[in-house]
């Protein structure tokens, strides 16, 4: 007996949602986020989400001597209104009508699941990752990207956004990320900036780097702890596994933590350390970047990213019965496709990425250099 279209439509809206945790486990910062509990579905309003940000202290202390002095008042001018697009992106595949023909029964329901569905979400998720680490994910320039050198734009109503990390000591960064200039730039926030550091070689000053990083960004925010997450490109993290002793190798992170079959990592003080292959330093965006118009491309020779997850939000349009006007993951279809043996199917996703303490959360360039 052939399977129709209608049922594959609805064994996918069946799925789906252990399809889109799977989604979110494939990657570190997005998995982290969510077993954080700051993940907010069906929190989106529009287009756009504001939320605060505060760079400094909010308010000032006096000292109390004789019971008489002026308590001096607690507003101070360094809360903020940043700003995220969350971009609305539609993954299209089309399934041969011959192949719903042929099947029969649910061996066959299944194969047609792994072969199209199943591809379709996974080569969506490389798209989105590779958006994210590197900024040139095709299809979804919308969606955040963490490389500073790239930008994205999540409106056509609005112009491109700077990424996250700039290459930069935090003095001299002068991007605009969530809409708020960064420290260096005219009219620059105070303390809108990540941390930064540089190697020169790994076996010289690699970890001796990546720890005045890390540190730095861990005095941030301190009531969220230390920095607990960091990513980085394949020739960055084999350079740490390398210079890593036998005692401290066995460190792998696994189970719960990291599904084996998705991803290990090892520990970088306290935080987990994983390769990120959609950080692809051979890109241009990490070769041409400039920064005050001169020329940044330290990152060609290998990124780390490093995160207080805390501090990071990631949230959806949501879903409910009306699939065709939310965001989450959302199925869509079948549609013939015409004068074609073919249906159509389509899943929606309208998510946005934001930190609110960006000097929490670091970056280290040349950690690929031996």
Same mark, same amino acid.
């Given at each position: 007996?052939?399977?129709?279209?209608?049922?594959?439509?609805?064994?996918?809206?069946?799925?789906?949602?252990? =399809?889109?945790?799977?989604?979110?486990?494939?990657?570190?910062?997005?998995?982290?986020?969510?077993?954080?509990?700051?993940?907010?579905?069906?929190?989106?309003?529009?287009?756009?989400?504001?939320?605060?940000?505060?760079?400094? #202290?909010?308010?000032?202390?006096? +000292?109390?001597?004789?019971?008489?002095?002026?308590? %001096?008042?607690?507003?101070?001018?360094?809360? +903020?209104? $940043?700003?995220?697009?969350? &971009?609305? *992106?539609? =993954?299209?595949?089309?399934?041969?009508?011959?192949?719903?023909?042929?099947?029969?029964?649910?061996?066959?329901?299944?194969?047609?699941?792994?072969?199209? &569905?199943?591809?379709?979400?996974?080569?969506?998720?490389?798209?989105?990752?590779?958006?994210?680490?590197?900024?040139?994910?095709? $299809?979804? #320039?919308?969606?955040?990207?963490?490389?500073?050198? %790239?930008?994205?734009?999540?409106?056509?109503?609005?112009?491109?956004?700077? #990424?996250?990390?700039?290459?930069? &000591?935090?003095?001299?960064?002068?991007?605009?990320?969530?809409?708020?200039?960064?420290?260096?730039?005219?009219?620059?926030?105070?303390?809108?900036?990540?941390?930064?550091?540089?190697?020169?070689?790994?076996?010289?000053?690699?970890?001796?780097?990546?720890?005045?990083? =890390?540190?730095?960004?861990?005095?941030?925010?301190?009531?969220?702890?230390?920095?607990?997450?960091?990513?980085?490109?394949?020739?960055?993290? *084999?350079?740490?596994?390398?210079?890593?002793?036998?005692?401290?190798?066995?460190?792998?992170?696994?189970?719960?933590?990291?599904?084996?079959?998705?991803?290990?990592?090892?520990?970088?003080? !306290?935080?987990?350390?994983?390769?990120?292959?959609? /950080?692809?330093?051979?890109?241009?965006?990490?070769?041409?970047?400039? !920064?005050? #118009?001169?020329?940044?491309?330290?990152?060609?020779?290998?990124? /780390?990213?490093?995160?207080?997850?805390?501090?990071?939000?990631?949230?959806?349009? $949501?879903?409910?019965?009306?699939?065709?006007?939310?965001?989450?993951?959302?199925?869509?279809?079948?549609?013939?496709?015409?004068?074609?043996?073919? =249906?159509?199917?389509?899943?929606?996703?309208?998510?946005?990425?934001?930190?609110?303490?960006?000097?929490?959360?670091?970056?280290?360039?040349? %950690?690929?250099?031996?």
């Amino acid at each position: 007996m052939a399977i129709s279209p209608d049922v594959l439509a609805t064994a996918l809206n069946e799925l789906m949602p252990s =399809y889109s945790d799977l989604f979110v486990k494939w990657h570190p910062l997005l998995d982290k986020v969510l077993k954080g509990g700051n993940m907010d579905r069906a929190s989106l309003k529009g287009p756009e989400r504001e939320f605060a940000v505060v760079t400094d #202290g909010p308010g000032t202390v006096t +000292h109390v001597d004789t019971g008489s002095e002026i308590i %001096a008042g607690g507003r101070r001018q360094n809360a +903020h209104r $940043g700003k995220v697009g969350a &971009p609305r *992106l539609i =993954y299209a595949f089309d399934v041969p009508g011959k192949d719903l023909a042929e099947a029969n029964g649910e061996m066959d329901l299944a194969r047609i699941l792994q072969h199209y &569905p199943e591809l379709a979400l996974a080569d969506f998720h490389e798209r989105i990752a590779r958006q994210l680490g590197t900024g040139d994910g095709d $299809g979804v #320039g919308a969606f955040p990207t963490l490389n500073g050198n %790239a930008s994205f734009t999540p409106s056509t109503s609005g112009g491109a956004i700077d #990424g996250f990390f700039q290459f930069v &000591p935090g003095a001299s960064q002068d991007n605009t990320v969530h809409n708020l200039a960064c420290t260096a730039a005219t009219s620059g926030i105070s303390g809108w900036n990540t941390q930064y550091e540089d190697i020169t070689s790994f076996a010289v000053d690699g970890r001796n780097q990546m720890r005045k990083a =890390y540190y730095a960004a861990s005095r941030q925010a301190k009531t969220l702890g230390p920095c607990d997450l960091m990513i980085g490109d394949e020739s960055s993290y *084999l350079n740490y596994i390398d210079d890593l002793d036998d005692a401290v190798r066995v460190a792998k992170i696994e189970g719960d933590k990291a599904p084996g079959n998705v991803r290990q990592g090892v520990k970088f003080l !306290n935080a987990d350390f994983f390769l990120d292959d959609a /950080i692809d330093t051979s890109d241009a965006l990490f070769t041409t970047g400039t !920064n005050s #118009g001169t020329s940044v491309n330290r990152g060609a020779d290998g990124v /780390i990213y490093g995160f207080k997850t805390p501090t990071w939000h990631w949230y959806t349009l $949501g879903h409910d019965a009306s699939r065709e006007t939310k965001g989450d993951f959302a199925v869509r279809g079948p549609f013939r496709i015409p004068d074609q043996d073919m =249906y159509r199917y389509e899943i929606v996703l309208m998510m946005g990425l934001h930190t609110n303490q960006l000097r929490a959360n670091f970056s280290v360039t040349g %950690a690929g250099t031996p």
